[in-house]
């Protein structure tokens, strides 16, 4: 007889106790259906206040494939997904999220694309739900992400993806606190492909914890994570006010050699040209504090999660 493949599904949720029970119907539909394969689903509270811990004890208790992992505190999606990853034993993993906004149906061709010798099986939006701004927001990060990294992180790849063991067990090598996991799986550099899918347009319950302000905060750090441009921005803005301000030291002063009457009344402007100099300045400054703050998570030294409590391993 042989032995059937283990897949680990990891899923962090945070205050998504309403998804829970959808949550488990749909994901117990699908790998019902993968019976080639036998599979265990690690759900990670992220720290959740809400009733996320009481359902997902329900339901493991109804299905031992189901395990659950509970974090002292909120790590982030990125610290919840490392924790599952760190738990997971199976063949290869697949990363998806609560909300059920990447369908599970997407499993089957993950897994028949890993089958195909590709190590790492990403998948790609056709289409973002949200708002016209947070839609263009997520256009202008893409379009820097994937430039800067210089291809590394394609254009609308999401977290939902397949990965084999080798590569997560790279990953859980990696000890860096301050993560943006889409980049960090495309700089392990493993066979990969992507598969691009309709993401549904409505999560299966609750409301989205991915406010603009949030992932406005994110798109900026894992730019600076995966990234040094920004940092010589601050040269190259320094060097072209520098010329800029010369020649501008060089006209006015022939201006009021060539011209003893010419009546000058430049205050204003000078004030106003101060006043952008030192909005530069500071600009520059809070890039350079941003990656300073990066280097103090890292220096602290203080572990990505701690485990409150497993059950079902």
Not at 10 to 37: H, M, R, S
Not at 92 to 113: G, N, R, S, V
């Given at each position: 007889m042989q032995v059937?493949?283990?897949?680990?599904?990891?899923?962090?949720?945070?205050?998504?106790?309403?998804?829970?029970?959808?949550?488990?119907?749909?994901?117990?539909?699908?790998?019902?259906?993968?019976?080639?394969?036998?599979?265990?689903?690690?759900?990670?509270?992220?720290?959740?206040?809400?009733?996320?811990?009481?359902?997902?004890?329900?339901?493991?208790?109804?299905?031992?494939?189901?395990?659950?992992?509970?974090?002292?505190?909120?790590?982030?999606?990125?610290?919840?997904?490392?924790?599952?990853?760190?738990?997971?034993?199976?063949?290869?993993?697949?990363?998806?999220?609560?909300?059920?906004?990447?369908?599970?149906?997407?499993?089957?061709?993950?897994?028949?694309?890993?089958?195909?010798?590709?190590?790492?099986?990403?998948?790609?939006?056709?289409?973002?739900?949200?708002?016209?701004?947070?839609?263009?927001?997520?256009?202008?990060?893409?379009?820097?992400?994937?430039?800067?990294?210089?291809?590394?992180?394609?254009?609308?790849?999401?977290?939902?993806?397949?990965?084999?063991?080798?590569?997560?067990?790279?990953?859980?090598?990696?000890?860096?606190?301050?993560?943006?996991?889409?980049?960090?799986?495309?700089?392990?550099?493993?066979?990969?492909?992507?598969?691009?899918?309709?993401?549904?347009?409505?999560?299966?319950?609750?409301?989205?914890?991915?406010?603009?302000?949030?992932?406005?905060?994110?798109?900026?750090?894992?730019?600076?994570?995966?990234?040094?441009?920004?940092?010589?921005?601050?040269?190259?803005?320094?060097?072209?006010?520098?010329?800029?301000?010369?020649?501008?030291?060089?006209?006015?002063?022939?201006?009021?050699?060539?011209?003893?009457?010419?009546?000058?009344?430049?205050?204003?402007?000078?004030?106003?040209?101060?006043?952008?100099?030192?909005?530069?300045?500071?600009?520059?400054?809070?890039?350079?504090?941003?990656?300073?703050?990066?280097?103090?998570?890292?220096?602290?030294g203080r572990p990505?999660?701690?485990?409150?409590?497993?059950?079902?391993?």
């Amino acid at each position: 007889m042989q032995v059937k493949k283990l897949i680990s599904i990891v899923i962090p949720a945070f205050n998504e106790g309403d998804c829970v029970p959808i949550l488990y119907e749909g994901i117990a539909k699908v790998i019902d259906q993968l019976n080639n394969y036998d599979f265990e689903v690690i759900i990670v509270d992220n720290g959740s206040f809400d009733h996320t811990f009481d359902e997902l004890k329900k339901v493991s208790e109804k299905d031992n494939r189901f395990k659950i992992l509970k974090l002292t505190r909120n790590c982030g999606p990125d610290g919840g997904i490392s924790a599952g990853l760190k738990f997971a034993k199976g063949d290869a993993a697949i990363i998806t999220y609560a909300d059920l906004e990447d369908p599970p149906e997407m499993f089957a061709k993950f897994l028949e694309k890993w089958e195909e010798g590709y190590q790492h099986v990403y998948g790609i939006t056709r289409a973002r739900q949200g708002t016209w701004l947070r839609k263009q927001n997520a256009k202008l990060f893409y379009f820097l992400i994937n430039k800067l990294t210089k291809n590394g992180v394609p254009k609308n790849v999401a977290d939902f993806r397949l990965v084999d063991r080798k590569v997560y067990e790279a990953m859980n090598q990696i000890t860096e606190k301050n993560r943006f996991l889409r980049g960090l799986f495309s700089w392990l550099n493993y066979k990969s492909i992507g598969i691009p899918y309709d993401r549904n347009l409505k999560r299966a319950a609750g409301k989205s914890k991915a406010t603009t302000f949030v992932v406005i905060a994110v798109a900026l750090r894992a730019i600076m994570i995966f990234s040094n441009f920004p940092l010589r921005i601050a040269g190259f803005v320094g060097g072209a006010t520098s010329v800029f301000s010369f020649l501008g030291i060089i006209y006015f002063s022939t201006q009021y050699f060539l011209f003893d009457n010419l009546p000058f009344n430049g205050f204003g402007t000078i004030i106003c040209f101060m006043l952008l100099m030192f909005g530069i300045m500071f600009m520059m400054i809070w890039i350079i504090g941003e990656y300073i703050a990066l280097i103090y998570d890292e220096v602290k030294g203080r572990p990505l999660f701690l485990v409150e409590e497993a059950i079902g391993f």
